[in-house]
């Protein structure tokens, strides 16, 4: 498996808090994404970085910023947390964009109460 | 928007039996992958189709694309218990677009 941490695993929060996501690799890939699952849904992407300081937007991105100051991390924000954003978020890496494979981290599982 | 729709969204297999999931888009597609999700896991990259009526073959999985390229189904034999999880589709319709996932198609297995 690639290497890519995501942190924490779990947490469970209230709404209105400020959360962060961290994604953590260590393969050198220059792009990485954000994406949430849901059921019904499949994943669906929130924001994507094309290298340090570098992000865009995906389909789901309102309510959600983020941030990569260093190659290797990939840090999601919800500033105020609500309980939609209650979902199982995934990191992905990929060496290139699309249509390039992407590799998944294991995902944190977020509960918003 | 691009919408890609995974279908059936659920299958019911027994084992040894054949199975397909599609995949479907109304705009035609530059590419089209594949990942497997097991239970309580993350998605894992099985293939990439690139080419009109491509096919490819991993031992018991058949994927193919459509000569449109506007679908794409992945065809799975002698279905074996190893084989359960939720199937996604992902594309994307030019070579830098982001990438669409389906919905999904979850397989469950019985012996």
């Known amino acids: 498996d690639a290497g890519i941490t995501q942190s924490p695993r779990h947490k469970v929060t209230e709404t209105g808090t400020p959360v962060t996501l961290r994604c953590h690799q260590t393969?050198?890939?220059?792009?990485m994404y954000w994406y949430r699952q849901d059921p019904g849904h499949g994943l669906r992407l929130i924001h994507y970085?094309?290298?340090?300081?570098?992000?865009d937007k995906g389909e789901v991105s309102d309510g959600y910023s983020v941030s990569r100051s260093k190659t290797e991390d990939f840090l999601l924000t919800l500033e105020s947390a609500t309980s939609s954003q209650t979902s199982v978020y995934f990191c992905?890496?990929?060496?290139?964009?699309?249509?390039?494979?992407?590799?998944f981290g294991d995902g944190t599982r977020l509960s918003i109460l | 928007g691009q919408q890609v729709m995974q279908i059936p969204q659920y299958q019911h297999v027994q084992e040894g039996e054949d199975f397909t999931t599609y995949c479907n888009s109304s705009?035609?597609?530059?590419?089209i992958q594949w990942y497997k999700q097991r239970p309580g896991g993350h998605p894992v990259f099985l293939i990439q189709l690139v080419k009109s009526g491509e096919v490819k073959k991993q031992k018991r999985l058949t994927f193919q694309f459509g000569e449109a390229k506007k679908n794409s189904s992945l065809h799975i034999t002698a279905t074996q218990t190893t084989d359960v999880g939720t199937y996604f589709c992902a594309a994307s319709t030019d070579s830098w677009g982001k990438l669409q996932f389906g919905a999904g198609t979850q397989v469950v297995v019985t012996p």
């Open positions: 970085s094309y290298g340090v300081k570098d992000t």
């Open positions: 393969e050198n890939h220059r792009y």
């Open positions: 992905a890496i990929s060496e290139y964009f699309s249509p390039q494979p992407q590799h």
């Open positions: 705009t035609t597609l530059s590419n």
